[in-house]
């Protein structure tokens, strides 16, 4: 039976290979879940439980496996020393599990610390649009391989709000085209389709609008889809190769 530890700090980066100077693939978001396959002094091979995606992280003293009873539903939620919004001691990110051990009037405790209400909901909890509030990662920078209010890339996007709707999504774009079967044309787009370029994806949050975190402007946009298809066939030489409705 494969042993699990969660991940019990706020980000943490996995690297495709031991070393600091080596390329961040993903992140771990407060409360993700892995298993270690390999063990030195500094590092850990590890595979993350929700995706499969593996990598390495430094040697840190993580949590035993903590079955979660809440997630995060705002972009950073605050973290309290105490029951009250006193002694902020941390931030975690949208998305971020949490196992609630102790509960006051208006704040669940965690391994952490204390936190608002207002800002969790339970495990199980799906919206109907999984893509409803997405737009609170706009303007947030864009950071190759990251997942959290501090830095996000495009097809971790799409996967965050997936996961955070209790769906599988894979966690590169050139996966999560092959697993999405369903195949729309452009002149049928509407809302909640997804786009996908090699190594580049978008979701349309209308049929002129679409939302992505872009590399070349350093941020997550809103940005018309003509202009957008336009300008990535102009300065990467890129065509659309698939647009996805879930």
Not at 33 to 38: E, G, L, V
Not at 124 to 138: G, L, V
Request: charged share 30%; proline share 3%.
């Amino acid at each position: 039976m494969t042993k699990y530890l969660t991940n019990n700090f706020a980000v943490i980066n996995l690297h495709k290979r031991p070393s600091n100077k080596s390329e961040i693939v993903t992140q771990m978001i407060y409360g993700d879940s892995f298993s270690i396959s390999k063990k030195t002094r500094k590092w850990l091979k590890v595979k993350i439980k929700e995706d499969s995606y593996k990598g390495y992280v430094q040697n840190k003293n993580f949590s035993n496996f903590l079955k979660p009873t809440h997630k995060i539903n705002i972009l950073k939620a605050k973290v309290y020393k105490f029951p009250s919004k006193r002694k902020k001691t941390n931030e975690i990110s949208f998305g971020s599990k949490i196992k609630v051990i102790d509960n006051k009037t208006r704040f669940f405790r965690f391994s952490k610390g204390w936190i608002s209400k207002n800002d969790v909901r339970p495990i199980s909890y799906k919206e109907k649009d999984p893509f409803r509030r997405i737009s609170i990662f706009k303007n947030i920078k864009y950071k190759w391989g990251g997942k959290s209010f501090k830095g996000i890339d495009c097809s971790a996007l799409i996967q965050l709000f997936l996961n955070f709707n209790n769906k599988f999504c894979p966690r590169d774009a050139k996966d999560q085209v092959k697993y999405f079967k369903k195949n729309i044309k452009l002149k049928n787009i509407k809302k909640n389709d997804i786009i996908y370029w090699k190594g580049h994806v978008a979701l349309a949050l209308s049929k002129k609008k679409l939302i992505h975190a872009y590399g070349p402007m350093k941020k997550t946009l809103i940005m018309g889809i003509d202009q957008t298809i336009k300008r990535i066939d102009r300065t990467a030489k890129l065509k659309v190769i698939g647009i996805k409705r879930l």
